[in-house]
């Protein structure tokens, strides 16, 4: 039974690699965020401005999934602290999809640049450990360290 949850795992990460691919791949790109004329802030700020998480959803793909290690995401944050836009940086394909949707939701506390709020963005890292049941996860202040990779067992 082993060889066919393999099989299966395989299958799941193909479908979301070469959805993220198709995406990625179109000729205008509609799915990158805009950071032009916005101030940004360092991973470290981010976490400190962040007010409110939503879960992230356990990816697909069933029993004896185990996946652990870090995403980053390029997040863009209006004026009132709403995420307007997030987009993968690096991290697993596995979890990317459900990353992107929770962070979508997260509140963030506002930036203030002369009396007035304004938007802003930043890269957030955030460590997650993926099971079939649950992800866990904390926002960290630095990005992976270079050549890590994530696991699965």
Not at 75 to 87: A, K, L, R, S
Not at 115 to 125: H, I
Request: include cysteine; aromatic fraction near 6%; charge should be positive.
């Amino acid at each position: 039974m082993k060889p066919v949850v393999t099989i299966f795992i395989f299958l799941c990460a193909w479908v979301l690699t070469s959805a993220a691919s198709a995406t990625k791949n179109q000729g205008t790109e509609p799915n990158k965020c805009s950071t032009t004329g916005l101030a940004e802030h360092s991973a470290k700020d981010m976490r400190s401005r962040l007010k409110h998480t939503q879960p992230i959803d356990p990816p697909c793909c069933g029993r004896n999934l185990d996946l652990k290690g870090t995403i980053v995401l390029l997040v863009v944050v209006g004026e009132t602290g709403d995420v307007i836009c997030v987009e993968l940086v690096s991290g697993d394909p596995m979890i990317a999809d459900s990353a992107v949707h929770s962070v979508a939701k997260w509140k963030f506390q506002p930036h203030v640049a002369k009396g007035q709020p304004s938007a802003f963005y930043g890269r957030v890292s955030i460590r997650f450990h993926a099971t079939e049941r649950a992800v866990t996860f904390k926002v960290t202040d630095e990005p992976p360290k270079a050549q890590s990779t994530p696991t699965t067992h």
